[in-house]
């Protein structure tokens, strides 16, 4: 049996987001014994060009919610960044969760060669739907997620791999 453009995608996703929540929650708590605000948390980087963990949250939702929308062939919904609170960021995870589960395999089945144009800061980018998935959308969510699980490593959190990748 061959694995499916929406085996690949969505389940994959929604168990990444899942599992940054529960990183994020395990992060908090840590904040909190500290008594670092959920400002400070937010804002927190790995090193001064990097964005801070609230964009790191928001990127991997955007690349969630926009590769199943593109996948689709939907216009993706768009979510405004103003997560100002750890609440808010489970808020639009949830959110973002919710969104990719509200597609059917079958609007994402076949979306192999489907054509995916992306305007990007730097040019416009064009692909099939399958390099869009493994090439872009793939890499960019795990990229986001494991900045955000790095950031709180480096906080000294204890989490672990299987925070990260979840149980099997």
Known sequence: MSLSMYQASAPVFVRALTNL??????GEAHAQAKGI??????QTR?????????????????????GTARLAGEEPKSFEDNETTMAEMYDRIDRAIAYVQSFK?????????RAIHLKMRNGELDMSGQSYLLQFIQPNLYFHC?????????????????????AI
């Open 46 to 66: 790995l090193i001064p060009d990097m964005l801070p963990l609230v964009k790191q949250v928001q990127i991997a939702c955007d690349m969630a919610c926009r």
């Open 37 to 42: 605000t959920d400002a400070v948390l937010l």
């Open 105 to 113: 395999a079958e609007q994402i089945d076949g979306s192999e060669d």
């Open 21 to 26: 929540r529960h990183v994020l929650q395990k």
């Open 146 to 166: 494991t900045t955000a699980y790095n950031l709180f490593r480096g906080m000294g959190v204890e989490i672990g791999k299987t925070d990260f990748v979840g």
